[in-house]
C-alpha cells in the first residue's frame, strides 16, 4: 500500500541540527512531491516547505529559511529534512505528506509523525 | 505568511450539522482555489477530507462537505457523529509553491 514511513524521535540539544527522513513506498517516488509540516504540542499545523522528488527543486516558508535544507534520495524513495541551529521552539512533531497526484494543492498521504525534542 | 482565521472551538449533537469557517486573504484562499481540509484525531496524522475546495477524496464520507466564498472557505459536517470529533484544519496555496495551514479548530460531538 501507499505509505511514508519516517525515522524515529529525537532529542537535540539548542543549538544542534537534525535530520528526519521519510520513505516511500507503494507508488513512484518521483511523481510525486513531498511537503514537510510540523506541529508544536498542542499547536496547529506549520507548512515547513516543499520538495520536487522529480527534479529537486524546493521551496522553504520565509520563516525557516537558512535553517532549513529539503532532499531526495530516489535510489530509495527517501525524502530528507534538516534543520539547524534548532531552539526549544522547534520542539514539535514533524510530517512528510504527499502532494496528492490530483491536485498540487492537497497532501493525500502522511507520514506517522517523527517527535523532536530540542532541551539542554 | 499569517496563519488562516478558524474558530477555536465548534460544537453540535449527534445528528445535526456544523460549519467551520477559514478565513484568509486575496493572496490566499481568495485567488486560488486551492483549499484542503484535514481531520486530526489526538496522536494521529492528519487525514485529507476535502481539496480543491469541495471535493472529497475517494473513502470519506459524503457527510462532509466544503465551499468558498471570496476570501473565506467552509467545511460543514451533516448527520454528526461521535467519530467526528476531532481538530480540524484548512489549508490553502498562497502562490508561488507556497501553502499556508488554519488555526485548527476542535469540534466536539455532544
Known amino acids: 500500500q501507499v505509505q511514508l514511513v519516517q525515522s524515529g524521535a529525537e532529542v537535540k540539544k539548542p543549538g544542534a541540527s537534525v535530520k528526519v527522513s521519510c520513505k516511500a513506498s507503494g507508488y513512484t517516488f518521483t511523481s510525486y512531491g513531498i511537503s514537510w509540516v510540523r506541529q508544536a504540542p498542542g499547536q496547529g499545523l506549520e507548512w515547513m516547505g516543499w520538495?520536487?522528488?522529480?527534479?529537486?527543486?524546493?521551496n522553504y516558508a520565509q520563516k525557516l529559511q537558512g535553517r532549513v535544507t529539503m532532499i531526495t534520495d530516489t535510489s530509495t524513495s527517501t525524502a530528507y529534512m534538516e534543520l539547524r541551529s534548532l531552539r526549544s521552539d522547534d520542539t514539535a512533531v514533524y510530517y512528510c505528506a504527499r502532494h496528492s497526484g490530483t491536485s498540487a494543492g492537497a497532501f493525500d498521504i502522511w507520514g506517522q509523525g517523527t517527535m523532536v525534542t530540542v532541551s539542554s | 505568511q499569517s496563519a488562516l482565521t478558524q474558530p477555536a472551538s465548534v460544537s453540535g449533537s449527534p445528528g445535526q450539522s456544523i460549519t467551520i469557517s477559514c478565513t484568509g486573504s486575496s493572496s490566499d484562499v481568495g485567488s486560488y482555489n486551492l483549499v484542503s481540509w484535514y481531520q486530526q484525531h489526538p496522536g494521529k496524522a492528519p487525514k485529507l477530507m476535502i481539496y480543491e475546495g469541495s471535493k472529497r477524496p475517494s473513502g470519506v464520507s459524503n457527510r462532509f462537505s466544503g465551499s468558498k466564498s471570496a476570501n473565506t472557505a467552509s467545511l460543514t459536517i451533516s448527520g454528526l457523529q461521535a467519530e467526528d470529533e476531532a481538530d480540524y484544519y484548512c489549508c490553502s496555496f498562497a502562490g508561488s509553491s507556497t501553502y499556508v495551514f488554519g488555526t485548527g479548530t476542535k469540534v466536539t460531538v455532544l
Open positions: 520538495i520536487s522528488a522529480y527534479n529537486g527543486n524546493t
